[in-house]
């Protein structure tokens, strides 16, 4: 079996030097700063405004000088001469070098200077005193084929070189076939065209430095508040200072720019802000359960090192209050891992539909477990909602974890669930009014509830919660005016899941 030879390689791609040109264009274009775009955008645009009207305007006027002198040109008659008057050659030349001469046979009537006879068998007459001549056609073309009477309108020129509109009519008076050419120079009115080109080029040549002036002008000034943005900007990318504003003046899409840079700014300053207040309160709250484990491990160290054992009873109070340190310092780190999210949706989990009611189940069963003496009377429905389900859990359980801590001995929690209105109500203390504004803030605690456990953001946590799944929570006195507190969390879903 033969090999088959490859099939020849295709050529490659060559681009045309327009292609070429072009990109060369576009990269020179895309290399210089805005302000250079808009100066040569504007000029530009300034230059075909000019260049069309220029064109436009031209046209026009060589329309109507044409028109008006062929107008001219058609209503001129001839006029009268007498017989023997005219001088006949072949050739226009030689009839304008040969005046005085004969007339052909029959031709009794001429026109004006500019007015010249073109007879078959006989060549090219002009009246006297004539002293220019048309160059004219040949015999055989359509100047001999017109009806007797009629008149066509051509462009011609004299034998010196000068431009001409030539009437040529058949004059039917003749025994041979005569045709009447009455010319007029078009040297005036093409003098009169360049001047205007020249004026127009000037004009627009004009018109373009200015576009180019004026448009480098207001390019200056209409970027001046994008110069300030970009001041703003370089400083803090060099000091780090966020929060720094800029001046907006007006409404429009700079002064929009100018406001979205402030709002962002201010957002970022905020961000750092909270994100300080975090370290900080976190490193305060750290500091007491830390110092604590380290006072206790010392002593224990320290009753090693001396020989000197402690008591039994005292190293397992010792080891009860480090064990239940560890477990402070273990919510409290979970509670900054929650809380150390981005205050949007798309920074946790993705939504997922959860049963409310079922939440509420479980977290009143673990409650149950930490307030063994308390009674809890749940009233729930269901309800589905869309949001991350551990993350509610665990807000629900950080509001019943509240209730307990603040609830007296065999103390009664109310847990109700309706139409998407989760209720935990205690009957406790309650909480003052002027602290009903803080209880939110991460690391609060209210004076009088300093002495407790706690790390002041379980409340926090469920305020976060709420806003990821599109509620929202309140936390009031109750609404029968009782003893106790009120937190209510309300989250959008439906009886069924969706």
């Not at 009794?108 to 009246?127: E, M, N």
């Not at 380290?294 to 209050?321: E, F, M």
Request: charged content about 20%; proline content about 9%.
């Amino acid at each position: 079996m033969n090999d088959v030879p490859p099939p020849p390689l295709a050529p490659p791609l060559v681009p045309s030097r327009a292609a070429d040109r072009r990109r060369r264009l576009l990269r020179w274009y895309r290399s210089r700063s805005l302000r250079s775009r808009l100066t040569f955008l504007s000029a530009a645009a300034v230059a075909v405004a000019i260049a069309l009207s220029a064109l436009a305007c031209w046209f026009i006027v060589e329309k109507q000088l044409y028109g008006q002198v062929r107008a001219d040109l058609a209503g001129a008659p001839p006029a009268p001469v007498g017989r023997g008057d005219l001088a006949c050659y072949d050739t226009p030349e030689h009839a304008l070098e040969r005046q005085p001469g004969g007339s052909p046979q029959g031709i009794s009537a001429a026109a004006p200077r500019d007015t010249q006879f073109l007879a078959r068998g006989t060549g090219v007459c002009l009246p006297p005193g004539a002293t220019k001549a048309i160059v004219t056609v040949p015999e055989d073309s359509a100047a001999f084929r017109l009806a007797p009477g009629q008149s066509i309108i051509r462009e011609g020129r004299y034998t010196n070189g000068e431009p001409a509109l030539v009437r040529l009519t058949e004059d039917p008076r003749y025994r041979v076939p005569v045709v009447v050419m009455v010319a007029t120079s078009t040297q005036p009115v093409e003098e009169s065209l360049r001047g205007l080109a020249v004026l127009l080029g000037s004009v627009a040549a004009g018109g373009v430095l200015l576009a180019a002036v004026a448009g480098r002008l207001v390019s200056h000034s209409a970027l001046k508040p994008v110069d300030r943005l970009t001041d703003a900007v370089e400083h803090i990318a060099r000091t780090e200072e966020v929060g720094t504003t800029i001046p907006v003046h007006g409404h429009d899409e700079i002064a929009r720019l100018s406001t979205s840079f402030n709002s962002m700014s201010t957002a970022l300053a905020n961000s750092r802000e909270r994100q300080t207040r975090l370290i900080a309160d976190a490193g305060h709250e750290l500091r007491t359960p830390l110092t604590s484990l380290r006072t206790n491990v010392d002593l224990l160290i320290r009753s090693d090192q001396t020989g000197r054992p402690l008591p039994a009873a005292t190293r397992t109070k010792l080891l009860g209050n480090m064990k239940a340190q560890m477990r402070e310092l273990t919510v409290l780190i979970g509670d900054l891992l929650q809380l150390s999210r981005p205050d949007t949706p798309k920074s946790g989990p993705a939504p997922t539909v959860a049963a409310l009611h079922e939440i509420a189940a479980r977290a009143v069963e673990r409650a149950e477990l930490r307030g063994p003496g308390l009674v809890f009377e749940t009233d729930t429905e269901p309800w589905y909602v869309h949001g991350d389900a551990a993350g509610l859990e665990r807000a629900v359980i950080n509001l019943l974890d509240n209730a307990v801590k603040y609830s007296p001995p065999g103390g009664t929690i109310e847990v109700r669930l309706h139409q998407g209105v989760l209720t935990v109500r205690d009957h406790g203390p309650g909480i003052p009014p002027d602290e009903l504004q803080y209880v939110f803030d991460r690391f609060w605690r209210s004076p009088s509830s300093r002495q407790l456990p706690g790390s002041g953001l379980g409340l926090s946590i469920v305020a976060q919660s709420a806003r990821e799944a599109g509620g929202e929570v309140t936390l009031g006195p109750a609404a029968d005016g009782g003893p106790g507190a009120l937190a209510t969390v309300r989250l959008p879903g439906g009886p069924a899941p969706e």
